[in-house]
């Protein structure tokens, strides 16, 4: 059954409980906050990509209880398995991802969806090529993109490596030309998630910068093969949750520069998903 509509309600988007909407770096961060709240109006069958490892298939204790890094940190310490202090971070990291993930499914299905999620680097254009592939065997479809992938590794440009560079880079720009080239022309919808470094540049984010400018304008090249809407959005940083860390949080304060609270920043979101019609929207806290 599609979606009622309220009376009035000028939304294109119409997902019924078997659409599928593809979500690259959907499980944690701000992407997993938007499309939790976009799945209450929207359930359906959402499939999740990131790098890390499915947590279901881990053969872990369960920390879920654990909110913060910090606490993880310090549940490690006590269990005194790990020793040396990079080890420590590096599975508190780990073990804070797969929290996040288990709780973005679950998220999921309280709003009445389905999920998969898959674990592959999206710089590999195969696995995605392959995933496109499959997804259009198993289902017969896929409803809607957002692309919200993305990793920062600042630094001033003399101090970057092409390897760095290359990771920032092409974690965003590379699903560009798999999805131009495999995606249906009834996909109703491509969000790709852009930042404002690419509208103002970035100390230390040349390569962030370069890389959503290339979203920016692919997102013209999108809009000509598909029927339906194609949007980029410049977002501003946001509040609690994603890439800006609590340094970082307390640098953009110092410059005046206000984040983006999760729940305004949300209802904005499917609100533009919904009814906007532009090509390119920046969206930044007033
Ligand atoms: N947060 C902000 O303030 C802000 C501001 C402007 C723009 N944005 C944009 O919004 C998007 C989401 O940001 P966020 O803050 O939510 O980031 P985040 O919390 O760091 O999440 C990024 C996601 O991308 C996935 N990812 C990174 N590299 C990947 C790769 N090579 N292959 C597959 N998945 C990969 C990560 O999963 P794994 O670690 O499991 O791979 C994670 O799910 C990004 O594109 C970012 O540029 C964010």
Redesign the pocket.
Known sequence: MPKQLPAGDTSRIALQEDSVVLV?????????ELMVRFSKDYPCHYVL????QDPRTQDLPNYTALKTKEDIKQQLIREGEITTPAAIEKRASDIH?FNQ?LQTIRALEENGSTVSYY?????DEAALHTLISTLYETHGRIDGVV??????EDKLFRQKTADSFE?VF???VTPLRILVEKLQADTQFVVL?????SVYGNRGQTD?AAA?SVLDRYAWELKNLIKGKVTTI?????KG????SPTLEKEYERRGIA??PLQAGMETFVNELKYGNESQVLIMAE
């Open positions: 690259l770096g959907g499980a944690q961060g701000i992407t997993a990509v990131g790098r890390s991802k993930i674990s592959l680097d999206l710089r692309h919200g992938a993305g990793l920062l990771r092409s974690t965003k998630f852009s930042s404002v470094a962030y959503n410049n977002w501003g940083p946001w949750t994603g890439m800006v984040l983006i």
